[in-house]
Nanobody, 121 residues
Framework: QVQLVESGGGLVQPGKSLRLSCAAS????????MAWYRQAPGNQRELVAI???????NYADSVKGRFTISRDDAKNTVFLQMSNLKPEDTAVYLC???????????????WGQGTQVTVSA
């Protein structure tokens, strides 16, 4: 029905940057909220950044000032620019979108498969 595909993860040294992308495809009329979560081994999944609309963003305290979420509604894509990465940012990063499904116009939430980000010297 709707598929989310993430890209951009990898191994990076502390202090460096990475940019994650998540593109949605399928029976999409429009997308409301776009968000990034992360889950480290042994930890619960946590919200990293959320964008309820094109003009609204919110961040976890641990990433404020270092991460930036953005979206391209024409391409059904959300981005996460991560700067000054720290070892504690190591996790699987997952995108989540709230999608209005066409043609029935109901709303559903979808998750990407996750992309690994490892920050290590």
């Amino acid at each position: 029905q709707v598929q989310l595909v993430e890209s951009g993860g990898g191994l990076v040294q502390p202090g460096k940057s990475l940019r994650l992308s998540c593109a949605a495809s399928g029976s999409i009329r429009s997308i409301n909220t776009m968000a990034w979560y992360r889950q480290a081994p042994g930890n619960q999944r946590e919200l990293v950044a959320i964008m309820p609309s094109a003009n609204s963003t919110n961040y976890a305290d641990s990433v404020k000032g270092r991460f930036t979420i953005s979206r391209d509604d024409a391409k059904n894509t959300v981005f996460l620019q991560m700067s000054n990465l720290k070892p504690e940012d190591t996790a699987v990063y997952l995108c989540k979108m709230t999608v209005v499904i066409t043609p029935y116009l109901y709303t559903a939430q979808f998750w990407g498969q996750g992309t690994q980000v490892t920050v290590s010297a």
